[in-house]
């Protein structure tokens, strides 16, 4: 900005000083800090959904663990010392 303009403002009053702060970014209209605000929360809200799914996402994973491990213990359990299970050393 032109010094002379500033000056101009600055010596305009409450108005020009207000002016200035408008134009500086220093003073923000309240339904630009509102419209902010609402983003926000926006963000904040898919935040929240997307740790939900990954909460959700852990705990599928670790089902699917808990399943292939008793699965397994399932198969072991049945196995006798020395004999070979079906379909395995062939």
């Known amino acids: 900005m032109d010094s002379e303009l500033i000056t101009l403002l600055a010596n305009a009053g409450t ?14 209209p309240k339904w630009a800090a509102d419209d ?11 935040a929240d959904a997307s740790q939900d799914q990954a909460d959700a996402a852990v705990a599928a994973a670790q089902a699917s663990r808990d399943i292939f491990a ?10 006798s010392p020395g004999r070979t299970p079906p379909g395995e050393g062939l």
């Open 70 to 79: 008793a699965i397994e213990a399932g198969m072991n359990m049945h196995r």
């Open 15 to 28: 108005a020009g000083i207000t002016i200035v702060l408008i134009v500086t970014g220093l003073l923000v």
């Open 36 to 46: 902010l605000r609402a983003r926000l929360r926006a963000a904040e809200r898919r």
